[in-house]
């Protein structure tokens, strides 16, 4: 991120900071669609970051850190809509994923099927997890600061991902092979 | 290791895929855009009235402007929530107001909005709140609409989104008391606010009585006083935990975190000097999700005043405690929905 349109956007340039929402806003939504797993709030999540990061860009320190800074930002307006959404709600709205499966011959689009069941019944802190590390890349140590957890929670939450996700893919796997022998 | 490397790729795999292409749609951006000239940025320093460090995950001690910015966007983006419908993303609205129930909680000015008015006895400048019923926060993260009556010389305060309230305004008005009334929402709740290897206790649906429980077993705080109240229908408990710890004791303080994900540490618990202070809480039950009301009950100086090098005085808010209890009697709690509780 250049840190001339930073330090501009930080002393109050709109320009800078609508150039800024330019080039983070398309991966902070990516971000928040692979978290929420719902369309609109993923929107109203990137809207909100981009907000707290226009009005409380001033304080931050180091202009260098502005990407790791938005990334904690729209986890906790991830978290701000989910919780939301659970208040009005009771539960996560879920992008529809009941249609009917087509076994392929390709497994690759089977497995990939599987891991969207898998999940979307992952709890939105686990699956920021995993989508922090094995999506943005970022290191344990990075997923932390955006999530303000310890790194060995972070650590137990990919563990634990990562072991339910793989379990309810062959689950999935088993209950297929059955069928089809059925 | 084989197996899991592919398996790891094929979740990455996944969430590549997942969705496709999703760039951040243009009516986003431009509702960003509007929004701009009508959103405050923080001040880059130290405000004109410094505020106690209670919120660890700021960038830096919270003065009062990043906080009533916080407060003010809640509010904006609330207005625009509550103008989405079922089939439409509400980021693309500019805030109106709005025929939905929800649309009744801006009849009474918000803290953030509170007209400025001198400190009688402090100074002629608009220091301290103009006195009247003002409520507390947005309609964002907050579980109810708390309303509370501000009497003269008492001063906006806020956290951030979901942790705000009143302090009460002293002869220092530059750097503030850090003495006053505090609402947050919470999400979770440390075990030990003392060591964040103890782990977390989630609040969603769980009641009053559990929360004080999680509050009261605290290792280095003694909880006393505990009764049932009711405000509104909303029940709850009231209770008062006392503690003193040294920051070399309790170096990566957090009692719990607020619905908006940020972090709340120990104050006035946790100071130099580890002297030991009384607070106040409230804990009620809004509809499954917990509101928490926390009141510096104690009479003698802050750790925040005597950190900023005032004497300490053993009755600088004695007679603060009487106006406190009248902000808090003064509590009312209504359904953000509009029903009656």
Same mark, same amino acid.
């Given at each position: 991120?250049?840190?001339?349109?930073?330090?501009?956007?930080?002393?109050?340039?709109?320009?800078?900071?609508?150039?800024?929402?330019?080039?983070?806003?398309?991966?902070?939504?990516?971000?928040?669609?692979?978290?929420?797993?719902?369309?609109?709030?993923?929107?109203?999540?990137?809207?909100?970051?981009?907000?707290?990061?226009?009005?409380?860009?001033?304080?931050?320190?180091?202009?260098?850190?502005?990407?790791?800074?938005?990334?904690?930002?729209?986890?906790?307006?991830?978290?701000?809509?989910?919780?939301?959404?659970?208040?009005?709600?009771?539960?996560?709205?879920?992008?529809?994923?009941?249609?009917?499966?087509?076994?392929?011959?390709?497994?690759?689009?089977?497995?990939?099927?599987?891991?969207?069941?898998?999940?979307?019944?992952?709890?939105?802190?686990?699956?920021?997890?995993?989508?922090?590390?094995?999506?943005?890349?970022?290191?344990?140590?990075?997923?932390?600061?955006?999530?303000?957890?310890?790194?060995?929670?972070?650590?137990?939450?990919?563990?634990?991902?990562?072991?339910?996700?793989?379990?309810?893919?062959?689950?999935?796997?088993?209950?297929?092979?059955?069928?089809?022998?059925? | 290791?084989?197996?899991?490397? @592919?398996?790891?790729?094929?979740?990455?795999?996944?969430?590549?895929?997942?969705?496709?292409?999703?760039?951040?749609?243009?009516?986003?951006?431009?509702?960003?855009?509007?929004?701009?000239?009508?959103?405050?940025?923080?001040?880059?320093?130290?405000?004109?009235?410094?505020?106690?460090?209670?919120?660890?995950?700021?960038?830096?001690?919270?003065?009062? !402007?990043?906080?009533?910015?916080?407060?003010?966007?809640?509010?904006?983006?609330?207005?625009?929530?509550?103008?989405?419908? &079922?089939?439409?993303?509400?980021?693309?609205?500019?805030?109106?107001?709005?025929?939905?129930?929800?649309?009744?909680?801006?009849?009474?000015?918000?803290?953030?909005?509170?007209?400025?008015?001198?400190?009688?006895?402090?100074?002629?400048?608009?220091?301290?709140?103009?006195?009247?019923?003002?409520?507390?926060?947005?309609?964002?993260?907050?579980?109810?609409?708390?309303?509370?009556?501000?009497?003269?010389?008492?001063?906006?305060?806020? &956290?951030?989104? !979901?942790?705000?309230?009143?302090?009460?305004?002293?002869?220092?008005?530059? &750097?503030?008391? !850090?003495?006053?009334?505090?609402?947050?929402?919470?999400?979770?709740?440390?075990?030990?606010?003392?060591?964040?290897?103890?782990?977390?206790? @989630?609040?969603?649906?769980?009641?009053?009585?559990?929360?004080? @429980?999680?509050?009261?077993?605290?290792?280095?705080?003694?909880?006393?006083?505990?009764?049932?109240?009711?405000?509104?229908?909303?029940?709850?408990?009231?209770?008062?935990?006392?503690?003193?710890?040294?920051?070399?004791?309790?170096?990566?303080?957090?009692?719990?975190?607020?619905?908006?994900?940020?972090?709340?540490?120990?104050?006035?618990?946790?100071?130099? @000097?580890?002297?030991?202070?009384?607070?106040?809480?409230?804990?009620?039950?809004?509809?499954?999700?917990?509101?928490?009301?926390?009141?510096?009950?104690?009479?003698?100086?802050?750790?925040?005043?005597?950190?900023?090098?005032?004497?300490?005085?053993? &009755?600088?808010?004695?007679?603060?405690?009487?106006?406190?209890?009248?902000?808090?009697?003064?509590?009312?709690?209504?359904?953000?929905?509009?029903?009656?509780?």
């Amino acid at each position: 991120m250049e840190r001339r349109l930073v330090e501009r956007a930080m002393h109050g340039d709109e320009a800078a900071f609508d150039d800024l929402v330019e080039r983070v806003g398309d991966h902070l939504h990516s971000i928040a669609r692979r978290i929420l797993r719902d369309p609109y709030l993923a929107e109203d999540a990137t809207q909100r970051a981009l907000l707290d990061a226009w009005q409380n860009l001033p304080r931050l320190r180091d202009p260098d850190r502005f990407e790791a800074w938005a990334y904690r930002l729209i986890v906790n307006a991830c978290n701000a809509e989910a919780r939301r959404e659970r208040r009005h709600h009771g539960n996560l709205r879920l992008l529809a994923s009941d249609e009917p499966f087509v076994s392929d011959t390709a497994s690759r689009i089977a497995i990939q099927h599987q891991l969207d069941q898998a999940f979307q019944r992952l709890g939105v802190e686990h699956r920021t997890v995993v989508v922090l590390i094995h999506y943005v890349g970022l290191s344990s140590t990075e997923a932390a600061a955006a999530m303000g957890t310890p790194v060995g929670t972070v650590r137990s939450r990919l563990h634990y991902a990562l072991k339910y996700l793989r379990e309810a893919v062959e689950a999935d796997a088993r209950l297929e092979r059955s069928e089809s022998l059925a | 290791m084989r197996e899991n490397d @592919e398996f790891i790729g094929q979740v990455e795999d996944y969430l590549v895929e997942f969705d496709g292409d999703t760039p951040l749609p243009g009516r986003v951006a431009d509702a960003i855009h509007a929004e701009l000239p009508r959103t405050r940025q923080a001040k880059a320093g130290p405000g004109f009235m410094r505020m106690p460090p209670m919120l660890s995950t700021l960038p830096s001690r919270a003065p009062l !402007g990043i906080a009533a910015a916080a407060v003010v966007i809640a509010v904006v983006l609330g207005a625009v929530f509550i103008n989405r419908d &079922n089939n439409q993303s509400g980021v693309g609205g500019v805030p109106a107001a709005s025929p939905t129930p929800e649309s009744s909680q801006s009849l009474t000015t918000l803290l953030a909005e509170a007209p400025g008015a001198p400190c009688p006895g402090i100074t002629d400048e608009p220091m301290c709140l103009e006195p009247g019923i003002y409520q507390v926060g947005g309609i964002d993260v907050w579980p109810a609409i708390i309303t509370i009556d501000v009497p003269e010389n008492w001063w906006y305060y806020a &956290n951030g989104t !979901g942790s705000t309230g009143v302090l009460v305004q002293t002869d220092d008005v530059t &750097n503030g008391s !850090g003495w006053g009334v505090l609402f947050n929402t919470v999400s979770s709740l440390a075990n030990d606010p003392c060591d964040p290897t103890a782990g977390r206790f @989630e609040t969603h649906d769980h009641t009053p009585g559990e929360l004080y @429980e999680v509050m009261a077993a605290w290792p280095d705080f003694e909880a006393s006083g505990a009764r049932p109240i009711t405000i509104n229908g909303y029940k709850g408990v009231s209770f008062a935990l006392t503690g003193g710890v040294t920051e070399a004791h309790c170096a990566n303080t957090n009692m719990w975190t607020t619905a908006n994900g940020a972090s709340l540490d120990a104050y006035p618990f946790v100071s130099d @000097e580890g002297r030991p202070y009384q607070v106040g809480f409230r804990i009620f039950d809004i509809d499954g999700e917990p509101l928490i009301v926390m009141a510096m009950d104690f009479p003698q100086s802050s750790p925040w005043e005597t950190g900023m090098g005032h004497p300490f005085d053993a &009755n600088a808010h004695a007679v603060h405690q009487v106006e406190m209890d009248a902000i808090l009697d003064s509590i009312e709690l209504k359904d953000p929905e509009g029903g009656a509780n």
